[in-house]
C-alpha cells in the first residue's frame, strides 16, 4: 500500500469519526430537547455500542476474507445509511418508537463505526515496511497511536461539529449534511484507492 492509497484510508476513517461525534451530539442534544430523560437517551446508544462489540469479534474475519478495502466501503457505506435513516424520526412519534428505531439506526452506526477503523488501522501494517527488525513493531505502534490520538481528537472536533449543525441548521438537515461528507469520504475511496 503506498503513502497515497493510506491517506486516502485515514481521511475516510477521519470522515467517519468525524461525523460519528457529531451524530452522538445530534441525537443527544435533539431527543433531550424533545423532553427524553437520562435513562432514555442511554438507551438510544446502547445499540451502538453492542454492535460496536460484536463488529471487534467479527470484522477480522470478514477483513480476512473479502480485505479491507472492502470493509472499508462497507463500513462508509453503513454510515450513510445510518445517518439518512435516523433523520426520518419524527418528533410526533411515541417515545417507544423513537427508542426503538434510533437504537436500529444507531446499531447500523456502530457497524460502520468499526468497520472503518478496523480497515484504517490494519492499513498501517501496509505502510509500514517489512524490513525484519524490531524497529517496525515500534513503528508499527507509532503509526497506531497517531492513528487512535487523531481519531479521540476528531470526535471530541465531532461533538463541537453535531451541536453548531443541530443549533444553526436544525435536526434533518444537520444528519443530511453528516451523510454527505461520509458519501464525499465513500466516493473519493471508490474513486481513488487503488489497492
Known sequence: MKIKSY???????????????ALRMVVLL????????PLELSFLFLSYEFMGILTNLF??????????EQTLKTGLLIQIFALIA????????????????????????????????????SAVKFVVPEDGSSGRQSR????VAV?????NALKGVGFFVGSALLSSCGYRA???????????ALLTVLVWLDE
Open 140 to 143: 508499527l505502534f507509532r503509526w
Open 30 to 37: 435533539h431527543f433531550h430537547e424533545l423532553g427524553f430523560g
Open 174 to 184: 444537520s444528519l443530511l449534511l453528516l451523510a454527505s461528507i461520509v458519501a464525499a
Open 86 to 121: 435516523i433523520s426520518f424520526v419524527q418528533p410526533s412519534w411515541g417515545k417507544l418508537l423513537s427508542v426503538a428505531f434510533v437504537m436500529s439506526c444507531q446499531a447500523f452506526s456502530g457497524i460502520a463505526k468499526d468497520l472503518t477503523k478496523m480497515s484504517s488501522k
Open 7 to 21: 491517506g486516502l484510508v485515514t481521511g475516510a476513517y477521519w470522515s467517519l469519526t468525524l461525523t460519528d461525534g
Open 59 to 68: 470484522g477480522g474475519i470478514a477483513g480476512s476474507k473479502f480485505g479491507l
Open 147 to 151: 492513528l487512535t490520538g487523531s481519531k
